[in-house]
């Protein structure tokens, strides 16, 4: 009763070809396909980097300590 018949799709769906035409429904799919295939290589991408990104504590740490951090420090090494 509430639900949508496979009917009523398809009378909504050969309203929407007669709106748009066939040739501008077709670009619409390759631009969506292009875009969800765009989205997962950015998501595997990310992934990859964060791996990459991982460094040692112990290197990072050194690094700050010869560095100041803040306007006092650097008046201190003065």
Known sequence: MGGISIWQLLIVFAIIVLLFGTKKLRTLGSDLGSAVKGF???????????QDADFPQQKM???ADNQPSNQADKQQQK
């Open 40 to 50: 997962k290589k950015a998501v595997t991408d990310e992934k990859t980097e964060e």
């Open 61 to 63: 740490e050194n690094k």
